[in-house]
C-alpha cells in the first residue's frame, strides 16, 4: 500500500507550494486509501510487467458519504491533522450537483508505460458515459489538471466554501469525445 501512497503523492511537475502540500498528506493519504477508499470506493492500480505500481486512482460512486467526525476521529486516533482537504462527505460535497462519480486521488510513476494512466481512468469512465454521469476530481486528484485534461476534465469554479481546485468531466457523449 505504501508504493500506491506514493504515487497518489507524487509530487511530479507540480507547483513548488502544491507539491509540499501534496508531499505532506502521505500519511493522511494512507490513512483515507486504507480506511475509506478501500471501504467504499474503487481503488484501479496499473503495474508493470515486474508488478511494480506505475499508476493509481481512487474513485468514489455516486450516493456514498463518509462521515466527516469520522475522518477527522481517525485522524486523531493517527495523530495527523489534516493537510489537505480529502473527498470526504462525498454525497454533500458538491451540492447542487447531479449525481457523479468522484476522483478523489490519483498518481502515475514518471517512468509509467503512458497507457498506465488510462488503465485506472478508463474503466470507472466507460462506468460513467454509461450512466450519462459527469465525473469530478477535487483534491488531491485536481492538483493533476494537466494529466486528467485528455481525459474530458476541465476546471469548474470552486466558490468561497470550498476554495480547493476541481474539476469536472461531463459524460463522454456531452462534451463530444
Known amino acids: 500500500m505504501n508504493a500506491i501512497v506514493r504515487l497518489l503523492s507524487?509530487?511530479?511537475?507540480?507547483?513548488?507550494?502544491?507539491?509540499?502540500?501534496?508531499?505532506?498528506?502521505?500519511?493522511?493519504?494512507?490513512?483515507?486509501?486504507?480506511?475509506?477508499?478501500?471501504?467504499?470506493?474503487?481503488?484501479?492500480?496499473?503495474?508493470s510487467g515486474s508488478?511494480?505500481?506505475?499508476?493509481?486512482?481512487?474513485?468514489?460512486?455516486p450516493g456514498v458519504s463518509i462521515d466527516e467526525e469520522e475522518h477527522r476521529a481517525l485522524l486523531r486516533l493517527h495523530g495527523l491533522r489534516p493537510t489537505l482537504?480529502?473527498?470526504?462527505?462525498?454525497d454533500g460535497r458538491i451540492p447542487g450537483e447531479e449525481d457523479h462519480?468522484?476522483?478523489a486521488a490519483v498518481g502515475i510513476a514518471p517512468t509509467a508505460h503512458?497507457?498506465?494512466l488510462e488503465a485506472v481512468l478508463d474503466p470507472v469512465?466507460?462506468?460513467v458515459d454509461g450512466a450519462s454521469l459527469p465525473a469530478?476530481?477535487?483534491?488531491p486528484a485536481s492538483f493533476q489538471a494537466e494529466l486528467l485534461a485528455p481525459f474530458g476534465f476541465e476546471p469548474c469554479a470552486s466558490g468561497?466554501?470550498?476554495?480547493?481546485?476541481?474539476?469536472?468531466?461531463?459524460?463522454?457523449?456531452a462534451y463530444g469525445g
Request: aromatic content about 6%.
Open 10 to 47: 507524487g509530487d511530479h511537475g507540480l507547483p513548488p507550494e502544491t507539491a509540499a502540500l501534496v508531499s505532506a498528506s502521505q500519511a493522511q493519504l494512507r490513512l483515507i486509501l486504507a480506511h475509506f477508499g478501500l471501504e467504499t470506493g474503487k481503488v484501479w492500480v496499473a503495474e
Open 51 to 61: 508488478g511494480a505500481p506505475e499508476a493509481a486512482a481512487v474513485w468514489i460512486p
Open 85 to 90: 482537504m480529502p473527498a470526504r462527505d462525498h
Open 101 to 103: 462519480w468522484l476522483l
Open 114 to 116: 503512458p497507457a498506465a
Open 125 to 127: 469512465l466507460r462506468i
Open 136 to 139: 469530478y476530481a477535487t483534491a
Open 160 to 173: 468561497a466554501a470550498r476554495p480547493e481546485p476541481r474539476l469536472r468531466r461531463p459524460p463522454k457523449g
